[in-house]
């Protein structure tokens, strides 16, 4: 259900948050805020997602990888991509947040002691914000935990307040569920029907359901926030689609949200294209980089037999897998393990291999995949279509890559990779048959 619905104009209603302290309201401005004549500038709408570092939960939890992307980098990725916003922040109290956030592209506000409290509200936290930056006129504010928004959901609510006159608006998704009068323990009494009659059950399809808010975004004027409202004025709902509306603390765990985001996320403006190959590094991917030397002086590596078997697999679908190293490799030493992959080791320049091979299979990059864990691999993960790195791999290749592996080298992340390129092989295939 892609349709916007939406309620009619109320008055203001209760606020979420307490209003701002220590400073008055600022006086409501022109369509922009400036003063005089001449030709007015839009409203600057800026695009705000509260990330705190506590997490009475999950340490770090917005900045936890989820589906190998930092779960403030999905609502990130949509929030930029759909140009619907003048500005992108992210309000923390962290340096690491602060650091992840700056990596996607967002500007970052950092929030006082005062507004990072556990008792502290999300309209503190904006109120804060609104009070050093005097040029927005509008908040988005949107959660770090809903890590399947879209950016069309965010450019359609954008147009409700810019160009149909909302103070606010904010996300709901349709819900299917009857609903019951609870029962105080120690009271005799029975339970009531709230939203149904009993005697007559409605099929699901004989019933619109209800709404309700599932706290992804909620869009908000200046002058209403400073009166210490995120809901309120003229406002009006945003329907998501149900598969869109994925909460974190509410209603799903990790994994189950992990393959949620893979089929439903949104995963950049290009199409992703079906993988034809992949090239993995071998030191520190396909092994561990450890290298163990035999009194006859020859080289023995390790290797998992779980990588051994991912590679197998994405043969069998058809995906070509190859080798590379910058390091002078022993090929015989490689050859004994009988993955049957074309290798190509003592390489400085991986990029114009990785080229080669590519064109060799008249392949464009975004049919190719690499799995790389340090400096030398930078140039092919930023290139290619599908970029991946071990946990253990270096600070370098883990901001180059779409994809970072909960395992480290030469213990399954290329196992990991390869789950991963079928799930998305799998969301390409769907999107095709649509």
Not at 134 to 150: F, K, Y
Not at 174 to 197: A, C, D, Y
Not at 218 to 226: G, S, V
Not at 354 to 377: F, H, I, P, Q, T
Request: hydrophobic share 35%; charged share 25%.
């Amino acid at each position: 259900m892609d349709s916007v619905e939406k309620g009619a104009a109320t008055s203001v209603s209760n606020p979420r948050g307490r209003p701002s302290r220590g400073r008055p309201p600022k006086l409501q401005r022109n369509s922009r805020g400036g003063q005089g004549r001449g030709v007015e500038k839009p409203p600057h709408l800026a695009a705000l997602i509260l990330a705190r570092g506590g997490s009475k939960g999950i340490p770090l939890k917005n900045i936890k990888h989820l589906a190998g992307v930092p779960l403030i980098g999905w609502v990130l990725r949509a929030a930029l991509d759909s140009g619907a916003f003048q500005s992108v922040w992210v309000s923390t109290d962290h340096d690491e947040i602060e650091n992840v956030a700056k990596q996607f592209g967002a500007q970052v506000h950092r929030r006082s002691s005062e507004v990072s409290k556990d008792s502290s509200t999300s309209l503190d936290a904006i109120i804060e914000f609104l009070n050093y930056h005097n040029e927005v006129d509008i908040v988005g504010n949107i959660q770090a935990t809903s890590p399947c928004l879209h950016p069309t959901d965010l450019q359609k609510v954008a147009e409700m307040i810019r160009e149909e006159g909302y103070d606010s608006v904010f996300s709901v998704v349709r819900r299917h569920q009857f609903r019951w009068s609870e029962i105080q323990k120690g009271v005799r009494e029975v339970t009531e029907p709230l939203n149904l009659n009993p005697a007559k059950r409605p099929r699901r399809q004989d019933w619109d359901g209800e709404l309700y808010e599932n706290g992804s975004f909620y869009f908000a004027k200046r002058h209403l926030i400073e009166m210490g409202y995120l809901q309120g004025g003229k406002m009006a709902y945003y329907e998501m689609r149900a598969e869109h509306s994925v909460d974190i603390d509410v209603d799903i765990d990790w994994p189950i949200a992990e393959q949620r985001v893979l089929r439903y996320g949104y995963f950049g403006k290009e199409k992703l294209k079906e993988i034809k190959l992949l090239v993995c590094n071998i030191d520190g991917c396909l092994t561990n980089g450890h290298i163990y030397v035999s009194g006859d002086q020859k080289e023995i590596i390790s290797y998992d037999v779980k990588d051994a078997i991912g590679i197998s697999l994405l043969k069998k679908s058809g995906i070509e897998v190859r080798l590379i190293s910058e390091r002078a490799c022993s090929k015989q030493t490689l050859s004994s393990l009988k993955l049957d992959c074309k290798m190509e080791v003592s390489i400085s320049e991986k990029l114009a291999v990785v080229d080669e091979w590519r064109k060799e299979m008249g392949l464009c990059w975004k049919e190719v995949a690499y799995l790389g864990n340090e400096v030398s691999d930078e140039e092919c993960l930023k290139r290619v279509g599908l970029s991946g790195a071990p946990a253990d791999a270096c600070s370098t290749a883990q901001k180059a890559v779409g994809y970072i592996c909960k395992c480290n080298g030469g213990r399954g992340a290329i196992r990991e990779f390869a789950e991963h390129i079928f799930l998305l092989m799998e969301k390409v295939n769907n999107s095709c048959q649509k």
